[in-house]
């Protein structure tokens, strides 16, 4: 290659006016440029490896210095123009007639990372480092231009650069994807973790900025585009591997972007429209998506027994599965674009009671999930209850169904619901969560149920959360009262059968971890008091029941359970109260204080009662 200086006349030939008339401006940095710029050049001509790494790398070293200045003081007007002036100047030496094939070798591993370091400069200089991307693949092999690109992408000291360093990036590596000849699925596969760890990374910086995110995640749509254009071509093993891998892909975006990005459905919805165009071909259903039907196969074709693989990298298709569904509920364009019937889905759920509890199961990713927007779990919350419709929903029967496999996902799915019901602002959404929580119990067989409760109690820190489960547990024993047989109707296997778990003596287990919780002790007060009022109310409500029906289902009424609540649970309380209140009503009332007595009023009230109910049991026994 001949040795060319690089003249401002030649670089003159612009395509726009305002950019020419910047180029012709004298600078230094122009200078230094174009002097960096023929040390490459007559290096690479020359055939000199050494001087040409090294002037490759003064050239990599002084464009990031410029784009370096203009991106830590984003007010400096005349760094901006700085960098838009010199990014210019390099598009047109790439472009020019002297950047040869050996050039593009010398420059294609540094230069695309470094033009695209000036994205995020200005919208001007975003345009023309994605110029200066394009003209690299346009010159180099798909094969070449491939790994270039994912290195420039998961390159760890840029992950803190901004979306606009990627979306360049991006977009050269869609129009790569195209372009690929051979080993299509094992390319992709290489690529795909690349394209999502940048999207998580980035995406998390942000606080929920949908001007910032947007040209990142059309980036991310393209190459969902291209896995498509690429995919339709292949046939057999290959084509069914792309497919499921773009079906992951796909729901992975969906989740990062409904996490990531603000809540707002206009700007949203034509995201999520797309990527839901993209289900029908991957072979999803709203059905399969739900339930993880879909998800399981696909991860199964794509990546067989590389599960570690899948987890590193596609850690959130679950909750994009879920989220799928939960858009076709809030946009009819979606539910258009995804090909899906919400009413027929609705009946298929609420007719099969183990579809039923693997969708509550799949949910329980969103609910759980502290990022996603209130406006998407209360979706979620709304689908729970139109699923458990208890005038349609069709109940197992609880002699022949075995719920075993699925408890651990329900028992997950109840836990996510409470967190709704603690935390959510909307007292409407409180209580759609409250409603859907009991209908989810109610679905689940009365051998399974109690466990599940007792478990939940035994696992809760809130306290008020701990009086509602209780309230729930004796609601159930209620119901259950109601249904048990008279002893003179009934012989005693019969009425073994008809009991309910809830009458048994595992219902004072969870008297006594409130009353004398594990760790010692009585429990503290006032911070625990709800839970301290329930558990007093719920053991009252035992006793009495049993008391008068005569009966000693749990346990309580026999002589060393009475006596192991009054001294262990009752008495210990009553003298916390006590100590409390004779501490508090030393010198001036203030509001504190008054706020303490009253909520202790409730609670040495029931406690009395419990007290003088134990003692005249304990004299009838003796």
Known sequence: MSTKPIHDEHLSSSEEEEEEEELLTPSTSSSRLHEILNSVSNSVEEGDPEQSQNSVADLIDFLNS?????????????????AFHVLSQLHHYVCSPSFDEATVDALSFELPKAASRFGGVSDKCLVIAGKVIDRFVSLCSPREMLPILCEALDSPSEMNSGSSYFVPLLNGLSQVLISIQKRHFEQLKTAIPIVVKVLMAVSSEFDNDCTELKDLYDGALSIANSVHSVCIKQEGSVNEKIRALLGLYVLQIMALASINMNFMVLSLQPLVAQLSSFLPYCGLSYLGLITGSDVDRMIG????????????CLSYVKHGASFSVIWGHISEVVVTAAKEDLGALHVELQDDHMKRWEAIGMLRHILSYLLVPWELKKCAINILIC????????RCDEEQTDCTSYMPNLYSALQAVQQVIMFA???????????????????????QRFDILKALIKNSDSSSMIAILLDVVRGEMQKKNCLRPNDNDMNRENKAHQLSPFWSASVLELVEFVLRPPRGGPPPLPEHGDAVLSALNFYRFVLL???????????????????????????????????????????????????????LNPIEMVLYRCIELVEEKLKQST
């Open 387 to 394: 699923i458990t419709d208890a005038n349609n929903s069709q």
């Open 545 to 599: 029941t049993e008391s008068e029906g005569k009966t000693n289902y749990t346990g309580i009424v026999s002589k060393n359970n009475l006596e192991k609540a009054y001294n262990e649970w009752l008495l210990p309380l009553r003298t916390l109260v006590s100590g409390i209140e004779a501490e508090n009503n030393k010198g001036d009332r203030v509001q504190t204080t008054v706020d303490i007595l009253c909520s």
């Open 66 to 82: 410029v784009s370096d200045d203009a991106l830590s003081d984003p007010d400096n007007e005349n760094a901006k123009n700085k």
């Open 301 to 312: 074709i794509a990546f067989e027994d590389d599960v570690d693989e899948y987890v590193s």
């Open 425 to 447: 602002s909307e007292s409407e959404l409180r209580r759609n969560a409250f409603d859907a929580f009991k209908r989810i119990l109610a679905d689940v067989p009365t051998s």
